[in-house]
C-alpha cells in the first residue's frame, strides 16, 4: 500500500468486507476450524484500518470543504492540523501491523482462498446444489437486516452501525452468488440494497465526524495530554 493513496486503504477494506461476506455466507458448510480461523484473521484485518479509514473520510468529506467554506478560520485550521496528526499516528500503526500480517495470517489466507477457488472450479457442475444453499442464505441475512433495522428504528448508533453492516454484508453475498440466484435478488433486492447503503452510510459517516471532531476539540482543551485510543468500526 502506498502511503499516500486512501485509495488504496479504501479498496483492501472492501476486499476484506467481500471476503467476510463469503465467509459468513459459506459458513455452514466450512469446517468450524478453518472458519473461526478466517473470521479471526479477517477481523484483525478490518480491525488495524478502520481507524485510518474513518480520519481519511473526516479530513476529505468534513474538513476540507468546511476550510474551503472559512479558509482563514484559525480554530478550524488547528482542528485540521490536529485531524492530520491523530490520522499520521493511526497510519503509523496500522502500517506496523500490516508489515506484521505480512508473514502470518496474509499467506494463508492467500493459500486458503487459491484452494477454494479451486474447488469451486471443480464443483461447478455440481447438479445445481449451490443454488438452494444460496438462496437459504441470503433469506437468512434478509431476515438479520430486518430485525437489526427494526431495532435501529429507535436511533441509536450502534443499531444503525450494525445495521449498515449487516446490508453490506448481505450485499456483497448477493454479488458472490448472483450466477445461481434468482433475478429478485441479484437484481432487484441488489438495487434496494446500494440505494439503501448510501443512505445509512451518510448517517454513519456523520456519526464518526462528531466523534473525530469532540477528540479534536478535547485536544485543542487539552494540548499536553497523550492521543486516547480511538474505537475501530469493522
Known amino acids: ?30 469446517p468450524r476450524q478453518e472458519r473461526d480461523r478466517w473470521k479471526h484473521d479477517l477481523r484483525m484485518l478490518a ?14 468529506e468534513t474538513i476540507a470543504p468546511a476550510r ?35 508473514d502470518w495470517p496474509l499467506p494463508a489466507l492467500h493459500r486458503d482462498l487459491a484452494h477454494l477457488a479451486h474447488l469451486a472450479a471443480r464443483t461447478r457442475n455440481d447438479g445445481g446444489r449451490l443454488g438452494p444453499f444460496a438462496r437459504k442464505r441470503v433469506r437468512r441475512g434478509r431476515k438479520r437486516l430486518r430485525a437489526l433495522a427494526k431495532a435501529a428504528r429507535r436511533g441509536d ?42 443512505k445509512l452510510g451518510r448517517i ?3 456519526m464518526v465526524a ?4 469532540a477528540d479534536c476539540l478535547q485536544a485543542q482543551a487539552m494540548p499536553d495530554e497523550a492521543p486516547r485510543p480511538l474505537p475501530g468500526a469493522s
Open 1 to 30: 500500500m502506498r502511503r499516500d493513496e486512501p485509495e488504496d486503504l479504501h479498496a483492501l477494506r472492501v476486499a476484506v468486507r467481500h471476503a467476510r461476506a463469503v465467509l459468513w455466507a459459506l459458513g455452514p458448510s466450512l
Open 47 to 60: 480491525h488495524a484500518t478502520s481507524d485510518v479509514r474513518d480520519w481519511d473520510v473526516f479530513l476529505a
Open 68 to 102: 474551503e467554506l472559512e479558509p482563514d478560520d484559525t480554530v478550524l485550521s488547528a482542528i485540521a492540523d490536529t485531524a492530520r496528526e491523530r490520522r499520521d499516528t493511526a497510519r503509523t500503526t496500522m502500517l506496523s501491523a500490516l508489515s506484521g500480517y505480512r
Open 157 to 198: 448508533p450502534r443499531a444503525v452501525h450494525a445495521q449498515r453492516i449487516a446490508g453490506k454484508r448481505l450485499r456483497y453475498v448477493i454479488e458472490a452468488f448472483a450466477p445461481v440466484l434468482p433475478s429478485r435478488y441479484a437484481r432487484d433486492l441488489h438495487r434496494k440494497l446500494v440505494k439503501r447503503q448510501a
Open 204 to 206: 454513519v459517516d456523520g
Open 210 to 213: 462528531r466523534r473525530l471532531l
